[in-house]
């Protein structure tokens, strides 16, 4: 089975909102992003030079439950100290939270933003200290120690409002309809690893031994069907391989699969079996 470049990491995640204002401010003031640059109804934000987020404005955009799509988007912080500014920063605004999970590979905060897109904030454990039972990778969900990590802070801890440069987008979750048809398409065609089963109805895969690139499942409903064009969510994630071979090993896999692929600004868009978007991209 072929193997996608151990160096293959997640790129910006592509959002349909409601709101520009709204959401420019939450992801500014709740979650430390940066806004790159704005036109009249998209919106690029990031850390340093880097884009995580891209917002797209629609006001009449539905919101959609029960349906393949976005689960969540996770931002990557590069140490626990950024996390324990995370976590401040998300306490200070009274920011409604939806969990905080200790996963054994990483520690993790959870919530959604002001459309509803789920949203998770983590920093990884380094690898040497990832849980592992008879050789495999066991991700848990043990309570977070909140004050370990907010005993971080010190007086001595600079004061920042922006997440630091070197945040990225760690990985995505997703929404599927058939669990084997995604891993099928994941690792059989993209060539994604399977990390981790968890139970019947979802599976994490990654690229070059990391815990998971790509979360899926099938909570929202075996055989979920695809949201309606337009609505509130997920357009597209970025895949980025390190170079062009790479992005041509790729596109020959899919091309070979009979699946669809379509050259857009900046990459190779593909959809899944569950018609989740996105673009393979590589540098020129």
Do not use: K
Not at 92 to 97: C, K, L
Not at 152 to 158: G, N, R, S
Not at 183 to 209: H, I, K, N, S
Not at 234 to 258: C, K, W
């Amino acid at each position: 089975m072929a193997t996608i470049e151990p160096a293959t990491a997640i790129g910006a995640v592509h959002l349909t909102i409601a709101g520009l204002d709204r959401s420019i401010r939450f992801y500014q003031e709740r979650l430390g992003l940066i806004l790159h640059r704005r036109h009249e109804r998209t919106a690029w934000l990031g850390s340093g030079g880097r884009e995580l987020v891209v917002l797209s404005q629609c006001e009449s955009a539905p919101r959609v439950r029960r349906t393949t799509g976005l689960y969540h988007f996770a931002i990557l912080v590069p140490s626990r100290v950024e996390l324990a500014r995370s976590l401040r920063r998300l306490v200070e605004s009274e920011t409604v939270m939806q969990g905080f999970a200790d996963h054994g590979v990483s520690e993790a905060l959870y919530l959604a933003d002001p459309d509803g897109n789920g949203i998770e904030i983590y920093r990884d454990r380094p690898r040497d200290e990832w849980p592992y039972v008879g050789g495999q990778l066991r991700m848990g969900a043990e309570t977070l120690d909140l004050d370990g990590i907010l005993s971080e802070l010190t007086d001595d801890t600079e004061i920042r409002n922006s997440v630091a440069p070197d945040t990225v987008v760690g990985h995505v979750h997703l929404h599927v309809s058939q669990l084997a048809d995604a891993e099928d398409f994941y690792a059989g065609v993209l060539g994604f690893g399977v990390t981790q089963r968890y139970g019947p109805a979802a599976l994490f895969v990654a690229a070059g031994g990391y815990h998971h690139h790509v979360g899926l499942n099938t909570w929202a409903g075996v055989g979920a069907p695809p949201p309606p064009p337009g609505a509130i969510g997920l357009r597209h994630f970025v895949v980025s391989l390190p170079d062009q071979v790479a992005l041509g090993r790729v596109a020959e896999r899919v091309i070979s699969a009979g699946i669809p692929l379509e050259d857009v600004e900046g990459g190779l868009l593909v959809r899944d079996p569950s018609q989740n978007a996105m673009v393979l991209r590589a540098p020129s």
